[in-house]
T-cell receptor, first 112, second 112 residues
Framework: QQQVKQSPQSLIVQKGGISIINCAYENTAFDYFPWYQQFPGKGPALLIAIRPDVSEKKEGRFTISFNKSAKQFSLHIMDSQPGDSATYFCAASGHNFNKFYFGSGTKLNVKP | NAGVMQNPRHLVRRRGQEARLRCSPMKGHSHVYWYRQLPEEGLKFMVYLQKENIIDESGMPKERFSAEFPKEGPSILRIQQVVRGDSAAYFC??????????FGPGTRLTVT
């Protein structure tokens, strides 16, 4: 079964708007939650990651919100730019980092 | 400071041939992960290796697929007797301590 569920599948946002991508997980043993950005023909690049001991982490225009009780986490992209147009993946791993589970991806299109 | 390198970038094989995919991790990284990505889908974990050891291969098909990470040289993902369903992008990622993964550009395998 899918360990990490990601939504929406695709997202269109106007330049300057906020992009929000959501992920949910079931396994309470997960304790590391990264987000990756992937451009066509390229490998994923680590954007930002969070551990469950904090509820929010911000790096520049990117923010992760984490809700441990709901087993959900989300990526917010503030002031979205056309250059942010890419596919975004959430992922989760346990404390030993032996295995990472990825969401199915969200294709973001930021309109100029 | 080179990133993760993968070669070849594109590989075409006929059904029944062998495919060898190579991954050179970032300098100082001793953890390597292999993933498979089908078009418009997320990444599926295949195997996690440390130098000379397979740590977790629970995502690898039981037959035809093998992986190694020798003491010297790149990590190799080997697919014997390829079938059309093996056509995908294969990504490796390397890590220093296991959690921050850095991905290579991928190898696109096409089986004809």
């Amino acid at each position: 079964q899918q360990q990490v569920k990601q939504s929406p599948q695709s997202l269109i946002v106007q330049k300057g708007g906020i992009s929000i991508i959501n992920c949910a997980y079931e396994n309470t043993a997960f304790d590391y939650f990264p987000w990756y950005q992937q451009f066509p023909g390229k490998g994923p690049a680590l954007l930002i990651a969070i551990r469950p001991d904090v509820s929010e982490k911000k790096e520049g225009r990117f923010t992760i919100s984490f809700n441990k009780s709901a087993k959900q986490f989300s990526l917010h992209i503030m002031d979205s730019q056309p250059g942010d147009s890419a596919t975004y993946f959430c992922a989760a791993s346990g404390h030993n980092f032996n295995k990472f589970y990825f969401g199915s991806g969200t294709k973001l299109n930021v309109k100029p | 400071n080179a990133g993760v390198m993968q070669n070849p970038r594109h590989l075409v094989r006929r059904r029944g041939q062998e495919a060898r995919l190579r991954c050179s991790p970032m300098k100082g990284h001793s953890h390597v992960y292999w993933y498979r990505q089908l078009p418009e889908e997320g990444l599926k974990f295949m195997v996690y290796l440390q130098k000379e050891n397979i740590i977790d291969e629970s995502g690898m098909p039981k037959e035809r697929f093998s992986a190694e990470f020798p003491k010297e040289g790149p990590s190799i993902l080997r697919i014997q007797q390829v079938v059309r369903g093996d056509s995908a992008a294969y990504f490796c990622a390397s890590s220093f301590q296991g959690y921050e993964q850095y991905f290579g550009p991928g190898t696109r395998l096409t089986v004809t």
